[in-house]
C-alpha cells in the first residue's frame, strides 16, 4: 500500500482572473476548489491511475470535512485524525503570472501527533510512505526524520518532499526517493544554481547524504534523475500549461505506481514526468488516459560525465 502523510491539507481555491491587478477590485473569470497539500495530491493522482493508496494527516472544521468528502466521492482512502481549528484555505491565482497564497494551518497538539505515531509503527515492509509538504510552525522541523527513526519499520520505502532542514535531516535514514525541485536545491546549498551540471553536482551531494534516489524537477524543463544507474534527463512534453499546482506532487505519483507494479527505475521516472506535465495541461491533477498519451513524448537521455 502506499501511504501518503499531509500534516497541514488544504483546499486550494484555484482562481483564474484576467490580468489581475493589486490594490483594484478584480472578478473571477472561473474558480475551482480542491482538496490540496502534497501528500493528499500524490494520493489522489495514485487513485487516477488505479493504484491503492490511504492518505493520513490532520484536518479540522469545515474545511476539513469538505477535503475528507471530496476524497471520500473520489473514491480515495482516509485516515485522517481530527485536529482543532479549520484546516487551512490555499489560493492559487492564475492570471498573467500564477501567484500562490498559502495558509499557516493549525497548530498540532501532543496527542494528535501521538495518534499518527501509534498509525505509522502498524506500516510493514510491503509499504511506501510519502512525506510531503509544509510542517506546521509549532511542529519540529525534523519531524519527518524523527518519524522515519521512531516510527516506521525501517523497510518501508520513505519519499521525502519538503524543503530545507525538514528535508536535509531525512537523509541519514536513507529516504528511498527524494524530489526538491531546482530552487529548492539552491536553497538547501545556499548558492546558484543555473546549470544541468549544477543541478548534476549538488544532486549528487544529496546521494552521497545518504538519499537513495533523487529527482530533480524543473518545471517546463522536465527533470533530472540522479541514481546508482546514473544520471537521466526527461524532457517535458510541450503544451498549454493550465494550473501546474501540484506537477511535482504528480511526478512523485507517476513515479511510485510504476515503480510499485514493477521497480524498474527509468521506467518509473518516465511515468513520473509525465504525470508532471500532464497536471500542468489540467486545471485539475492529472487523468491516466492524458498520461498514457505523452508518456512516449517523454524523452530520456543518459548522461555522459554529467553532460547532457
Ligand atoms: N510548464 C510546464 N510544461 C511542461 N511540464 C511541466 C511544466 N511545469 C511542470 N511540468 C512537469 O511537472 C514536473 C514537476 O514540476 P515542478 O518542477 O514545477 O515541480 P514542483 O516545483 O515540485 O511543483 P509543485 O510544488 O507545484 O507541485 C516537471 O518535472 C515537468 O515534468
Ligand atoms: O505549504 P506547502 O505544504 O509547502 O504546500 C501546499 C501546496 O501548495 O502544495 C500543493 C502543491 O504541491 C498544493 O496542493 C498545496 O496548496
Known amino acids: 500500500m502506499i501511504y501518503t502523510l499531509t500534516l497541514n491539507p488544504s483546499i486550494d481555491y484555484v482562481v483564474q482572473v484576467v490580468d489581475f491587478k493589486q490594490g483594484e477590485i478584480n472578478r473571477v473569470k472561473k474558480d475551482y476548489k480542491y482538496p490540496g497539500g502534497k501528500g493528499i495530491n500524490v494520493s489522489r493522482v495514485l487513485n487516477n491511475l488505479d493504484i491503492k493508496t490511504k492518505t493520513l494527516g490532520f484536518i479540522g472544521g469545515f ?119 531546482n530552487h529548492e536545491l539552491s536553497e538547501i546549498f545556499d548558492v546558484d544554481i543555473n546549470t544541468t551540471e549544477e543541478v548534476i553536482h549538488y544532486g549528487k551531494k544529496l546521494l552521497e547524504m545518504g538519499a537513495e534516489n533523487v529527482i530533480v524537477s524543473m518545471a517546463s524543463e522536465g527533470a533530472l534523475l540522479i541514481c546508482n544507474e546514473g544520471v537521466y534527463h526527461g524532457s517535458a512534453p510541450k503544451g498549454k500549461v493550465k494550473n501546474s499546482v501540484g506537477a511535482g506532487d504528480s511526478l512523485i505519483a507517476g513515479f511510485l505506481a510504476s515503480y510499485s507494479k514493477n521497480p524498474d527505475i527509468i521506467e518509473a521516472f518516465r511515468w513520473g514526468v509525465a504525470c508532471g506535465s500532464s497536471t500542468a495541461f489540467s486545471f485539475d491533477l492529472c487523468k491516466k488516459e492524458e498520461v498514457e498519451r505523452l508518456l512516449h513524448e517523454v524523452k530520456l537521455i543518459k548522461s555522459e560525465d554529467n553532460i547532457l
Open 63 to 181: 474545511t476539513g470535512e469538505y477535503i475528507k468528502n471530496f476524497l471520500e466521492n473520489e473514491g480515495v482512502d482516509t485516515d485522517f485524525i481530527a485536529t482543532g481549528g479549520d484546516s487551512r484555505i490555499n489560493v492559487k491565482l492564475k492570471s498573467n503570472k500564477e501567484t500562490e497564497i498559502n495558509g499557516a494551518g493549525p497548530n498540532i497538539t501532543e496527542d494528535d501527533l501521538e495518534k499518527l505515531f501509534h498509525k505509522l509503527e502498524q506500516l510493514t515492509s510491503n509499504d511506501y510512505l510519502v512525506l510531503a509538504g509544509n510542517i506546521q510552525k509549532n511542529l519540529p522541523r525534523d519531524i519527518y526524520a524523527q518519524i522515519q527513526k521512531r516510527y516506521i519499520n525501517n523497510d518501508v520505502k520513505v519519499v521525502v518532499d519538503t524543503t530545507g532542514v525538514g528535508l536535509t535531516s531525512t537523509l541519514v535514514h536513507k529516504p528511498f526517493l527524494i524530489k526538491p525541485n
